[in-house]
């Protein structure tokens, strides 16, 4: 986002004395805006459906039944890259449990998702349900667009929190937020900043994917967790799935998925490195 926009816009909502240090939390996103238009011929982005995969695909599983396909993001289709080290041609797709049993605050979770990279100049088709998907798990599929945006930090993350600013003030943040990211509800997104129904999710990702179970205090602070905690830096959002009437996804009480992965493993296409996190109301 042009800096000076940025400025003038921190202005109009109050955060002018904050404008400099907003800006220098900012990361690139894109909302994956829902459209009815399919293009003919193209391997779109988008949600539920189908995934397109390529020849030999195996459907990932999950105690022995097979995953719910979530979201596809065709990277060619994207008109400018981001900050981080995401591939420039071919397609990722996202997979999770039919049953969302899994809330991605235990370690045992791992395996109840999945997210399967297909480089470019590989044929794609489209894969055939698998036997033993539920009816209701087969989403209704639904076109995405990209639309880039400018992502902050969320009004109680720690860095906002070091801001400073009054109750009133983190109102008005939590708006001017919406505006730099653009589009709307249903907040799909790729890369940036996430919108937590709940908590930060970077400590709990570093943590539970080192074997330390999350869903209560006593794992964040173990001796162990202090060890680990400076790693949390190094987890980024790859997606972000809302709870989405179109497409009959409803992730808990009105939830969401987050897709997260490690930037030394996304830079070296360690898909099967990631970790999944839901959260709800």
């Given at each position: 986002m042009d800096k000076e926009l940025f400025r003038q816009k921190a202005n109009t909502f109050g955060l002018s004395h904050v404008a400099e240090q907003l800006y220098s939390f900012g990361r690139p996103c894109f909302r994956m805006v829902g459209s009815r238009a399919a293009v003919s011929g193209t391997i779109q982005s988008k949600i539920g459906g189908q995934p397109d995969v390529s020849l030999g695909f195996g459907w990932p599983m999950w105690k022995d039944l097979p995953l719910s396909f979530i979201a596809q993001v065709n990277l060619a289709n994207l008109k400018s890259q981001v900050d981080l080290p995401l591939p420039t041609q071919g397609l990722i797709a996202f997979f999770y449990s039919q049953d969302q049993e899994t809330w991605g605050f235990d370690p045992k979770d791992r395996g109840s998702w999945a997210i399967s990279?297909?480089?470019?100049?590989?044929?794609?088709?489209?894969?055939?349900?698998?036997?033993?998907?539920?009816?209701?798990?087969?989403?209704?599929?639904?076109?995405?667009?990209?639309?880039?945006?400018?992502?902050?930090?969320?009004?109680?993350?720690?860095?906002?929190?070091?801001?400073?600013?009054?109750?009133?003030?983190?109102?008005?943040?939590?708006?001017?937020?919406?505006?730099?990211?653009?589009?709307?509800?249903?907040?799909?997104?790729?890369?940036?900043?996430?919108?937590?129904?709940?908590?930060?999710?970077?400590?709990?990702?570093?943590?539970?994917?080192?074997?330390?179970?999350?869903?209560?205090?006593?794992?964040?602070?173990?001796?162990?967790?202090?060890?680990?905690?400076?790693?949390?830096?190094?987890?980024?959002?790859?997606?972000?799935?809302?709870?989405?009437?179109?497409?009959?996804?409803?992730?808990?009480?009105?939830?969401?998925?987050?897709?997260?992965?490690r930037v030394q493993d996304l830079a070296a296409r360690n898909f099967d490195r990631s970790w999944m996190i839901l959260q709800c109301c």
């Open positions: 990279y297909f480089p470019e100049g590989g044929e794609l088709s489209k894969a055939p349900w698998p036997e033993g998907l539920s009816e209701f798990a087969r989403y209704p599929e639904k076109a995405l667009e990209p639309v880039k945006g400018f992502s902050l930090p969320d009004e109680w993350s720690r860095q906002s929190r070091s801001l400073g600013l009054t109750n009133e003030q983190g109102e008005t943040f939590a708006e001017f937020r919406d505006w730099c990211e653009g589009a709307g509800a249903p907040y799909h997104k790729l890369v940036g900043y996430p919108n937590p129904v709940q908590n930060e999710m970077e400590l709990e990702c570093q943590l539970v994917s080192n074997g330390i179970y999350c869903g209560d205090p006593e794992g964040y602070q173990s001796e162990e967790a202090r060890s680990l905690q400076s790693g949390a830096e190094d987890w980024r959002l790859i997606l972000q799935v809302d709870s989405d009437e179109d497409s009959g996804m409803m992730w808990g009480d009105v939830g969401m998925i987050y897709y997260w992965m």
